[in-house]
T-cell receptor
Framework: GENVEQHPSTLSVQEGDSAVIKCTYS??????FPWYKQELGKGPQLIID?????GEKKDQRIAVTLNKTAKHFSLHITETQPEDSAVYFCAASPNSGGYQKVTFGIGTKLQVIP | GAGVSQTPSNKVTEKGKYVELRCDPI?????LYWYRQSLGQGPEFLIYFQGTGAADDSGLPNDRFFAVRPEGSVSTLKIQRTERGDSAVYLCASSSGQTGTQYFGPGTRLLVL
């Protein structure tokens, strides 16, 4: 089955700085890579995703990159704000529509220091 | 509109007891997932429903775990003879089946004493 590794496990940045979270996956059949943000006491919320036919995707302060050859993908948050503090999960799935059998990474706890 | 809701939000039980956890998906969503999230870990897939049927139950850890979705909407995760190792947050997610995007509920925190 799929194995998703994520690092770092914790990340502290000053407000306004950038944060980068990196993930690797093992199954070459994976072609959909969502990122989730989980705040304390809540379920994960999808913040951005990328499909294998795209190398990079950006949404305001958030960007994701994908290197399918190396099986690496990353989340970049620019101009971080205190409300970005949360746990972030990368994930991989062989399908983007219909049934998504999503395998999650272990999570990165991001702390943005005001 | 309402999101995914889960009840109870917290459940404390004793080892050996039976528990039921309920998930109300977003109205009209045909796909429903259950996950288990242990402390400091990512969610771990348990089971996937498409309509009323369990299309993939490969994540259920053993036969103490069972889930139903009799009318294709509300789902119940049932755990028999609970063990301390079952303590975790149980998350439910639903999707429309078209985009595949999963919307998660807040989870049920299960503590087995």
């Amino acid at each position: 089955g799929e194995n998703v590794e994520q690092h770092p496990s914790t990340l502290s940045v000053q407000e306004g700085d950038s944060a980068v979270i990196k993930c690797t996956y093992s199954d070459s059949a994976s072609n959909y890579f969502p990122w989730y943000k989980q705040e304390l006491g809540k379920g994960p919320q999808l913040i951005i995703d990328i499909r294998s036919n795209v190398g990079e995707k950006k949404d305001q302060r958030i960007a994701v990159t994908l290197n399918k050859t190396a099986k690496h993908f990353s989340l970049h948050i620019t101009e971080t704000q205190p409300e970005d503090s949360a746990v972030y999960f990368c994930a991989a799935s062989p399908n983007s529509g219909g049934y998504q059998k999503v395998t999650f990474g272990i999570g990165t706890k991001l702390q943005v220091i005001p | 509109g309402a999101g995914v809701s889960q009840t109870p939000s917290n459940k404390v039980t004793e080892k050996g007891k039976y528990v039921e956890l309920r998930c109300d998906p977003i109205s009209g969503h045909t796909a429903l997932y259950w996950y288990r999230q242990s402390l400091g870990q990512g969610p771990e897939f348990l089971i996937y429903f498409q309509g009323t049927g369990a299309a993939d139950d490969s994540g259920l850890p053993n036969d103490r775990f069972f889930a139903v979705r009799p009318e294709g909407s509300v789902s119940t995760l049932k755990i028999q003879r609970t063990e301390r190792g079952d303590s975790a947050v149980y998350l439910c997610a639903s999707s429309s089946g078209q985009t595949g995007t999963q919307y998660f509920g807040p989870g049920t925190r299960l503590l087995v004493l």
